[in-house]
């Protein structure tokens, strides 16, 4: 056939359906689905609600902060520091716990209130030093970590206030483990905040074309100082859950997290540039890493070679933002 001929209508209908589906992120349910079913066949355990509970609760962690962090990567920064973070945030609120007297609500308030220190800390030294996100956030992964080991002298702080774990550990809301029901009011959350406000509209603006944004009256620099702090708050609210689960703050929690959070992020249709993304596709992408590392554990799979396919799988994720901006 020559260069000149048309192509067969099948091959150009298949095409069409190729390139639609990577330019509307549609691929990520594809590849969410065709997992579960590959998983299905693998190994018999997979599809029991059982297991399901168990992926969901693995994956609260990531997909809590994946809310953040896709109002950051849509408004055009990067937040690598998330996973010290929320080891900072969880240190804290242990420490100041067993100040008085276990209170739950307590701990809980601190948490909250360091991640959104850290994160206001990140927005602010991006927007006044006119230096990369990425930068930054890179220093304070280091310093959040840091301060974590320092102020426990790298031993895990106990956690004994039984309403603490039960909020946001080991209960249930109507047969729901707390930590997916966590994940799902941070995902409406997220969803209202980003899909049907006008600050939502703000951070795709100002993600797109910043400069742009500005000259059109919107306050880019407090966008991205708000976005960052949120970002910091959630994972305070994930060093919550992290920590009533295990019942104990560690230091050391959460070491490379950011990179999950991250490639959930963009498997779920952020583009690395800004401008695009959804809460959904970030909460899918999240669940495609969980869906991947819970099948390759039920069959047996080294988890050498599991680190090495969640390499791969952000090597794929990438290739796919690059082909979404073109």
């Given at each position: 056939?020559?260069d ?96 008085v ?61 039984e ?13 729901i ?6 994940t ?28 742009a ?20 708050m ?75 396919v ?6 794929f ?10």
């Open positions: 056939m020559s000149t001929e048309p192509e067969p209508a099948v091959a150009l209908t298949l095409k069409n359906a190729w390139h639609t589906l990577i330019a509307t992120g549609g691929l990520i349910y594809v590849g969410l689905l065709a997992l579960m079913i590959a998983f299905a066949f693998a190994s018999p355990v997979f599809l029991t609600a059982e297991n399901f509970a168990n992926i969901g609760r693995q994956t609260t962690l990531v997909s809590i902060m994946a809310v953040g962090m896709a109002l950051v990567i849509i408004n055009g920064e990067f937040d690598l520091s998330v996973g010290s973070t929320m080891a900072l945030s969880g240190v804290f609120a242990a420490i100041t716990m067993k100040m007297g276990h209170e739950w609500i307590v701990g809980a308030v601190v948490a909250l209130a360091t991640g959104a220190m850290v994160g206001m800390v990140n927005g602010l030294l991006t927007v006044k030093l006119m230096m990369p996100s990425f930068l930054i956030t890179l220093g304070s992964l280091s310093i959040a970590r840091g301060l974590a080991l320092l102020v426990t002298g790298t031993r895990p702080v106990n956690i004994l206030s309403d603490y774990v039960m909020i946001f550990g080991e209960g249930h809301v109507v047969g483990p707390v930590p997916i029901v966590w799902i009011v941070c995902t409406i959350g997220g969803i209202i905040l980003l899909h049907f406000s006008t600050f939502g509209r703000k951070i795709y603006a100002t993600g797109g074309n910043t400069t944004a500005r000259y059109s009256g919107i306050n880019t620099d407090f966008v991205k100082v708000t976005t960052l702090t949120i970002t910091g959630l994972a305070g609210l994930a060093a919550l859950v992290l920590t009533a689960r295990s019942h104990a703050a560690r230091p050391d929690a959460g070491a490379g997290i950011e990179l999950d959070v991250i490639a959930a992020v963009i498997l779920g249709g952020a583009a690395l540039g800004g401008g695009t993304g959804t809460i959904v596709g970030a909460l899918v992408g999240s669940l495609i890493i969980g869906v991947l590392n819970n099948g390759l554990n039920l069959v047996g799979v080294d988890p050498s070679l599991q680190l090495a969640k390499g791969l799988i952000i090597w994720a990438i290739a796919l933002s690059r082909r979404r901006v073109r």
